[in-house]
């Protein structure tokens, strides 16, 4: 499982006007069950994405195609950690702790 968090580079206005791109390019991966969970942090400078994948260098390749980081408004920061305890509903998502 991996935090993406997103901190704006650029004045808000150059962010809002790139949003309706980003949102188009969230809702992909929340169709195909990459994204669990996404908002924006408060105080309004960025945001933050819970995904799933494979491994690293795919979340890295999907943070790439955010319409946000051609333009230069953000700065991904990828964590990735191991989801041993989940809420019900990410059950599916629980990992175990490697030997």
């Known amino acids: 499982m ?13 962010v809002e006007a790139l949003l309706p791109a980003h949102v188009s390019w969230l809702e992909r991966y929340y169709a195909d069950g990459t994204f669990l969970a996404s908002g924006r ?6 945001g933050v994405i819970l995904a799933v994948a494979a491994d690293r260098a795919a979340v ?14 953000v700065a991904y920061r990828i ?21």
């Open 60 to 73: 890295e390749a999907i943070a790439a195609t955010d319409p946000f980081v051609p333009a230069g408004v």
């Open 79 to 99: 964590t990735e950690f191991v989801a041993t305890t989940v809420a019900p509903a990410l059950a599916a998502h629980r990992e175990t702790l490697p030997s």
């Open 2 to 14: 991996f935090i993406l968090e997103l901190t704006y580079t650029a004045p808000l206005e150059r």
């Open 41 to 46: 942090k408060v105080p309004r400078d960025g």
